[in-house]
Nanobody, 120 residues
């Protein structure tokens, strides 16, 4: 099957930086749009950033200018560089992707999430 595995979360002080990674594996023929969502305690999941297969990006207003989404298609890896982190960025971050499998199936795949805590 196909899976996404995130890494890079942790505890960071306000103003600090973290880089999240999300690696896709399995019977993958092609990877289309990818992105990051986050869910803070007691809140709904919200979109953070997206990136198309061609590299076009889109960001939530709350992270524009601080976060950068990128991807390495050869490594089947998605990244989220987070700078100038704020306590309100504390959340579980999930990556997702639209993937076509070798068998021809079109799937929306989600990772298990990685916790980012911004606190002094």
């Amino acid at each position: 099957q196909v899976q996404l595995v995130e890494s890079g979360g942790g505890l960071v002080q306000p103003g600090g930086s973290l880089r999240l990674s999300c690696v896709a594996s399995g019977s993958i023929f092609s990877i289309n749009d990818m992105g990051w969502y986050r869910q803070a305690p007691g809140k709904e999941r919200e979109l953070v950033a997206t990136i198309t297969s061609g590299g076009s990006t889109n960001y939530a207003d709350s992270v524009k200018g601080r976060f950068t989404i990128s991807r390495d298609n050869a490594k089947k890896t998605l990244y989220l560089q987070m700078n100038s982190l704020k306590p309100e960025d504390t959340a579980v971050y999930y990556c997702y992707s639209y993937i076509q499998t070798i068998q021809g199936r079109h799937l929306e795949v989600w990772g298990q999430g990685t916790l980012v805590t911004v606190s002094s």
